[in-house]
């Protein structure tokens, strides 16, 4: 090509050859890249095309190469219909490829986690409730007299953490585990205290209901990762 321009019956300055050359290159691994993508696609979906984990890291490694890709005119590119389905996907491929690059939005995403963790927390808690009517069947409490004392401990948790956090500001550099501590043992004293049983069965009961506790709260900020990962 560099030596046809230099034939022409017009001579061509040096600089704009080098410059159509590039724009050329540019062109042809843009279209090259392309071409990679499609015969990619093309071999997944000859194995499995309803498959939204393949389709996710496909659209993800399109976004990675295609940055500033219309949508519409990607899914034309990788032979895929512009349905509900494949538009979401896409958006995902989007978030996680402006996640993985960018501090601020890794920041927002998290914040929204909190958000949407404080409203689970008070959806969870009357489920948590059923538990202690469970473990505690056989005394003369309501479901309210459980809940009740549910949201009172679960207040002196969010007093304690709130403490937590303000030695943070002031930088006073608070060990989590000590507050932790603090929050089990008044746990374990209000038990013994609110349901007027022995040491050893508030124990064992104390034990239940924290790990009852830890599989509800798994089930919870799994939910709660996925709908702030959609919704982002």
Known sequence: MNTEMKNFMIPIPEKMRENILIEIENEVKKDTDLDSIKKEVKNKKRTIDTDLGTKLEIFMEYVKKNPEANINKALDTLGYQKNFTNRFLFTRAESINAFS????????????????????????????????????IRRKYTYVDHLIFVFHVQTVFFMLFAFYFIFMILKLSPLLWIFLALFLVYLYLAMKKFYEQGYFKTFLKFLLLNASFSFIASIGVIIVFLISFAFF
């Open 101 to 136: 690059e960018n501090k601020e939005t890794r920041a927002q995403f998290f914040n929204q986690i909190l958000s949407y963790g404080s409203i689970a927390l008070f959806i969870f808690l009357p489920i948590f409730t059923l538990f202690l009517k469970l473990y505690y």
